[in-house]
């Protein structure tokens, strides 16, 4: 599955893909993830962070980029998907943000900006855990794997709309 | 000279100018204070001579002329010939307002021949030319100022004269102009200051983030090679770059006394419009403050001002009735406490009186009566923080226009700080801000727990207590699974800091072979915090968390270390509210608040002992008079001659139950095979108290409310503790009144 996703990264990110939005894309566990390419601020590898107790467990500790004391978030943890392994490859950070807060999500790849499409845009089926449909508006259909479109604001703000709400939501454009 | 130079220099002149207009407004309500005082007539002259020969050169003539009409009142003033009443110091306000207008007017437009907002130059020189020959003999009611100018004539401004920094550009201008021939001693701090772009210091503290990052990977690598020149060239590199990164975040720091130089001025012009007198009195301007934080108190600490001014001053002939000085005071104070910087607001006007705010309340219905009925005076008091609560009698043009208090408050939460109000119907009110410590550079403790670093502010500690072997098993003792250390005498609820964090392996404390003790203090607890270890105090820069973390109350913060690796910051009063020592749904104050009133109207705490007495009963009693808290097994409670004893320590005391005593009922589940037993000691009797529970030990300032029925019910009355009412014992009657005879014999 991860494998594919890369595959299908590069041809996606070929130019000319489209006049859609663009989005950085991520791999966490088996999950192809995109980020509103406007929100991310920069990915850097791993970091020593500093691990804050008592904070939820999505919260692996608190990061030093460049003088600004930076949350980094799970990603999968945040997505419900299972934890990384004890010998796994440390995780990179993708640093997002808005609203002149930074988060930065741990991802277990950085893939390439791509510009999907907007026609093979889609919105969450309910059958998508709720965590995750929580934070994803929908997903784009790229050849041979599916790319989650997660909203940055939303994992910042930490405040993801009920999932509910989320599956009311009507499909949104994304174009910019 | 080309176009854009020629905007630099007026930039540079709007600035300057702006500066100086300020710098007059606190100079001359000083000077109506003292007119005598040569140093601030050189000051207020040399500001008006600057503006005056800067906007001559630069052709804004109609400035220039109101300027020189004010500069030519000065010089008589100076040379003694006049002397500065109020009238004058008004008009010369005056002045200074509408040369700030047009000040405003050249910034919009470029040139100041345009609107001037209301305000007249024309009328304004007439004026002042008046005032010169209006008394060239000086009238009988100023003479008692009148020979002090003679000395002003021959004082020499001295360089420490407050005249404000003028940027060099401004001063080459300056020297240009023929009027230059005055040219005064220049303030030593001129040469020592310079004026910069904010959002220059903003890049600055971007750009030595980064390089604290390069420097950060430079050390891992030069880790990794065995080079012991370049392990040196990287501690010196390392040591620059932290001292550069400390160095440039305090560049942004400012003196709250940037905010309060503006107040002089309007709390002159509030007195005078309500005709009242005020004093205003103003202590630790030089507390710093991060610049952004100093920006959003502003307007808060403005509107406070003039609210006291207008609503909390009483008028002089009030003020004289209710047998107060005459000249109301308006005291600002400013500090650090407890990683907060403070600021008070206080008025010695006529309080908050309750029975209005809470008419009004009602009338605006914010509340219904019914629930007035169940609020305490505090939370009445309160509600002037409501949105759409004003008391103001009459509206006047300054404050009571509704926007107000909501407001403060409002702005205040939003840079994560408090207000409060502590009022004494009568005696004046005080409005209480506390800043976070947000970006501020405060002193802190380093300690660690489970290898990882965490900073104390040291404003909240009071001591490094050290224990070690033995003296960890004889001085840790236990009240009910909580663990005291009885430093000079007094039990110090220990913390500690691992258990606080939630590692759930936590080690009984008695268990461990060393022990380090922070002794804390957080508003009014005292507690002790248990560490792995202690390292040293450095300066560290607040910094604040983000969203996922902010609402940890344990933590305050996060800092950046020398090694570039991140802190936790604790908050103390956190640490104590996780604890259970303070009474978390009060921690957002207010009874914190009614705490330091109440202290602050008796100026003393008591330590109590808080014991359940069956079911649900509260008592407490003084820990001074306790000698030791134990926990004793029923079956050791004996019987002798009729009488409930302990053998204890070989003799034998005497046991009052006090759910016999009091009355109560014994808990019908209770099945504990142990009781605790509050060993009592007093003019040489010694009882012992069996309670149902140990509860707590706090420090209070009490208030017995109301004194329960005489003698023989062995209670001095109640008082609220921890929010909760409160029976204090009175031991000495219980003594007497149950066992006197028999502990008198025993002792």
């Keep these: ?176 | 000279m080309t176009a854009p130079e020629v905007d630099e220099v007026v930039q540079e002149f709007l600035v300057e100018s702006n500066d100086n207009l300020d710098q007059l407004d606190s100079d001359l309500v000083a000077l109506e204070q003292d007119p005598g005082s040569a140093e601030l007539l050189a000051s207020v002259f040399r500001a008006f001579h600057t503006i005056k020969g800067t906007s001559g050169f630069l052709g804004f003539n109609r400035l220039e002329e109101l300027a020189h009409a004010a500069e030519s009142l000065l010089s008589k003033l100076r040379d003694g010939a006049l002397v500065l009443d109020q009238d004058r110091a008004g008009l010369l306000l005056q002045v200074i307002d509408a040369l700030r207008a047009m000040l405003a007017t050249i910034e919009a437009t470029g040139d100041d021949a345009g609107d001037d907002a209301g305000h007249d130059p024309a009328t304004l020189i007439a004026r002042l030319q008046e005032s010169l020959s209006d008394d060239a003999t000086p009238a009988p009611a100023r003479d008692r100022h009148a020979e002090e100018p003679e000395i002003a004539v021959t004082a020499e401004p001295g360089p420490e004269s407050p005249a404000t920094a003028e940027g060099p550009a401004v001063a080459e201008v300056g020297d240009d102009h023929p009027a230059g021939e005055r040219s005064e001693v220049r303030p030593a701090v001129a040469e020592r200051s310079v004026r910069v772009d904010v959002d220059l210091l903003d890049a600055l503290m971007r750009q030595v983030g980064e390089l604290v990052l390069a420097r950060n990977q430079i050390i891992s690598h030069a880790g990794v090679l065995e080079e012991p020149a370049l392990h040196q060239t990287v501690q010196r590199l390392s040591l620059i770059v932290s001292e550069l990164q400390e160095g440039v975040m305090k560049t942004r720091m400012q003196p709250i006394d940037q905010l309060w130089s503006k107040l002089p001025r309007v709390v002159r012009d509030l007195a005078a419009q309500f005709d009242k007198q005020v004093a205003l009195d103003m202590d630790g301007g030089e507390t710093e403050l991060d610049r952004s934080l100093l920006e959003a108190v502003k307007d808060p600490l403005t509107h406070l001002v003039r609210n006291a001014v207008d609503h909390g001053i009483e008028s002089t002939d009030v003020r004289v009735q209710r047998g107060k000085p005459a000249t109301g005071t308006l005291s600002l104070r400013a500090f650090h406490e407890g990683g907060q910087v403070v600021m008070e607001i206080g008025d010695d006007g006529s309080g908050i009186d309750l029975g209005r705010v809470a008419a009004k309340a009602v009338e605006r219905g914010i509340v219904t009566a019914e629930q007035l009925d169940r609020m305490s005076e505090r939370e009445i008091v309160d509600l002037v923080f409501r949105p759409g609560f004003s008391t103001a009698a009459t509206v006047t043009n300054v404050s009571g226009r509704g926007v107000g208090m909501d407001v403060v408050r409002t702005n205040i939460e939003r840079i994560g700080g408090t207000v409060d109000l502590v009022n004494a119907p009568g005696a004046g009110t005080t409005f209480r801000i506390k800043i976070p410590l947000t970006l501020a550079i405060i002193p802190a403790l380093l300690v660690g727990c489970r290898g990882r670093r965490y900073a104390l502010p040291q404003a909240n500690l009071l001591e490094l207590v050290h224990l070690d072997g033995d003296a960890v098993r004889n001085s840790i003792e236990y009240l009910g699974g909580a663990a005291v250390y009885r430093l000079r005498g007094r039990l110090l609820p220990l913390i500690g800091l691992d258990q606080s964090l939630g590692f759930a392996d936590s080690v009984a404390l008695a268990e461990l072979d060393s022990l380090k003790i922070v002794v804390l203090q957080a508003d009014d607890v005292l507690f002790g915090l248990v560490v792995d270890d202690v390292s040293d105090t450095q300066e560290i820069v607040v910094k604040p968390l983000g969203r996922h973390v902010k609402q940890l109350p344990i933590y305050a913060g996060a800092t950046i270390l020398g090694d570039g690796s991140v802190a936790l910051i604790l908050d103390v009063a956190g640490l104590a509210t996780g604890a259970g020592m303070r009474d978390g749904a009060s921690v957002a104050t207010p009874a914190v608040t009614e705490n330091e009133a109440a202290e602050e109207a008796r100026g003393a705490t008591t330590t109590i002992v808080v014991l359940r007495v069956g079911d649900d009963r509260r008592v407490a009693i003084p820990l001074e008079l306790v000698a030791r808290l134990e926990e004793v097994a029923q079956a050791d409670l004996e019987r002798a001659g009729g009488r409930d004893v302990l053998q204890y320590r070989g003799d034998l005391l005497p046991i009052v139950r006090l759910t016999e005593f009091l009355g109560e009922a014994e808990r019908a589940d209770d099945d504990s095979t142990t009781v605790p037993v509050v060993v009592y000691s007093s003019a040489g009797r010694q009882v012992g108290l069996v309670a149902t529970e140990i509860l707590d030990i706090v420090e209070e300032a009490l208030e017995v409310r109301h004194v329960a029925a005489g003698p023989g019910t062995g209670l001095q009355g109640s008082a609220v503790v921890q929010g909760r009412v409160t029976d204090l014992l009175d031991v000495d009657a219980v003594i007497d009144s149950t066992i006197g005879e028999v502990v008198g014999s025993g002792a």
């Design chain 1, 1 to 176: 599955m991860a494998r594919e996703a890369t595959a299908t990264l590069d041809m996606a990110a070929g130019p000319g893909a489209g006049e859609g939005a663009q989005f950085c894309t991520f791999r966490v566990a088996d999950l192809l993830v995109g980020i509103d390419v406007q929100r991310v601020q920069e990915v850097i590898r791993f970091q020593e962070m500093t691990p804050v107790p008592l904070a939820s467990e999505e919260v692996r500790g608190l990061i030093n980029l460049r003088g600004q004391i930076v949350t980094a978030i799970d990603l999968r943890h945040t997505l419900g998907l299972p934890g990384r392994g004890e010998d796994a490859e440390p995780p990179m950070n993708a640093v997002i943000r808005c609203d002149e807060e930074a988060v930065s999500l741990l991802v277990d790849e950085a893939g390439d900006v791509v510009e999907p499409p907007e026609q093979d845009f889609e919105p969450i089926p309910s059958i998508v855990p709720a965590q995750l449909r929580a934070l994803s508006s929908g997903a784009y259909k790229l050849d041979g794997t599916l790319l989650l479109v997660l909203d940055a604001e939303r994992i910042i703000r930490n405040d993801p709309e009920s999932p509910a709400a989320a599956a009311a939501r009507p499909t949104r454009s994304h174009h910019q």
